[in-house]
């Protein structure tokens, strides 16, 4: 049962730039739910990248992508985007958003989300 559908990413060369989309299936709440985005390298474990309230007030970042990345979202669009700058060959992933239907504090926990996008191959280049 696929909830959320991811868009975006591919092959850039360092320093370059991508943006990831992911759209909500329309029998999600997801205006009420936070929403984050993940990644996993090879042989490493899930890491948290960034997530969004589910207001849009406020965000939260990794400090491995902190002023590289932006987390933004479109409640109407049932949208959530990952504008990713400055890349680097470390942030070499397959990246996935997730979504928290409980929402209270933003979670950086890969259990505590409840849904997930099937997940886009980004490739940094050095």
């Known amino acids: 049962q696929v909830q959320l559908v991811q868009s975006g990413g591919g092959l850039v060369q360092a320093g370059g730039s991508l943006k990831l989309s992911c759209v909500a299936d329309?029998?999600?709440?997801?205006?009420?739910?936070?929403m984050g985005w993940f990644r996993q390298a090879p042989g490493r474990e899930r890491e948290f990248v960034a997530a969004i309230t589910w207001s849009g007030g406020s965000t939260d970042y990794a400090d491995s992508v902190k002023g590289r990345f932006t987390i933004s979202r479109d409640n109407d669009k049932k949208m959530v985007y990952l504008q990713m700058n400055s890349l680097k060959p470390e942030d070499t992933a397959v990246y996935y958003c997730a979504g928290d239907r409980y929402p209270g504090y933003i979670q950086r926990v890969p259990d505590e989300y409840d849904y997930w996008g099937q997940g886009t191959q980004v490739t940094v280049s050095s």
């Open positions: 329309s029998g999600l709440a997801f205006s009420s739910d936070n």
